[in-house]
């Protein structure tokens, strides 16, 4: 069975902070992609990212940046400099590519809130 | 390109009542998922359709809840009767081609509220 573990439920940041949400993972899939995704308050699930399990160069896309460790099962996601358009809740998710894997499988998601 | 759509945004009922969601895909997009989150927990998937079969349903919490798609458009999932324990936001996805690979876009979610 896929897991994916949020071990952060809520983390508030002073604005210009840099932040990071952690996420672990558990599969038996050799091949799997990872993603994350932000749910600001207005409700939607925004995509950001997705990394498949062969590529573990990181990835910066201006104050975001991912550190995805094969070894350790981690695909964490941090936020420079944040801001207080930055508060949402974030979910990190799986998906595999074995039988019955197909389909996503989130986290609990960590609620992050920005201070001004 | 209109992305994902779901109707209503909110809904309010009482337990024993029936309540019909909605979702529209992107246009051309095959594949459709419902997942649900229950207040505090992980987004759950639910089902998937291939157009109008069901691929997976193995999300479904029990025979209370109906999925259809007729056609391979939009789809809706009825609740009937709604119990207290299925309040929560149902999301609907799409996506192009099935593989991990392709991306999922997802709608706004309804808020179901069962009182």
């Known amino acids: 069975a896929q897991k994916v573990t949020q071990a952060q439920t809520e983390i508030s940041v002073v604005e210009k902070e840099d932040v990071t949400l952690d996420c672990v993972y558990e599969?038996?899939?050799?091949?799997?992609?990872l993603f994350w995704y932000k749910q600001p308050p207005s409700g939607e699930l925004v995509f950001l990212i997705r990394r498949n399990s062969f590529d573990e160069q990181n990835e910066i896309s201006g104050r975001y940046s991912w550190n995805f460790q094969k070894s350790t099962s981690s695909f964490n996601f941090t936020i420079t400099a944040s801001q207080v358009v930055d508060s949402a809740v974030y979910f990190c998710a799986l998906r595999g590519s074995n039988f019955g894997n197909e389909k996503l499988t989130f986290g609990t998601g960590t609620r992050l809130t920005i201070i001004p | 390109e209109a992305g994902v759509t779901q109707f209503p945004s909110h809904s309010v009922i009482e337990k024993g009542q029936t309540v019909t969601l909605r979702c529209d895909p992107i246009?051309?997009?095959?594949?459709l998922y419902w997942y649900r989150r229950v207040m505090g927990k992980e987004i759950k998937f639910l089902l998937h359709f291939v157009k109008e079969s069901k691929q997976d349903e193995s999300g479904m919490p029990n025979n209370r809840f109906l999925a259809e798609r007729t056609g391979g458009t939009y789809s809706t999932l009825k609740v009937q009767p709604a119990e207290l324990e299925d309040s929560g936001v149902y999301f609907c996805?799409?996506?192009?081609?099935?593989?991990?690979?392709?991306?999922?876009?997802f709608g706004n979610g309804t808020r179901l509220t069962v009182t």
């Open positions: 246009s051309g997009h095959d594949n």
């Open positions: 996805a799409s996506s192009l081609g099935q593989g991990t690979n392709s991306p999922l876009h």
């Open positions: 599969t038996r899939d050799t091949t799997y992609y």
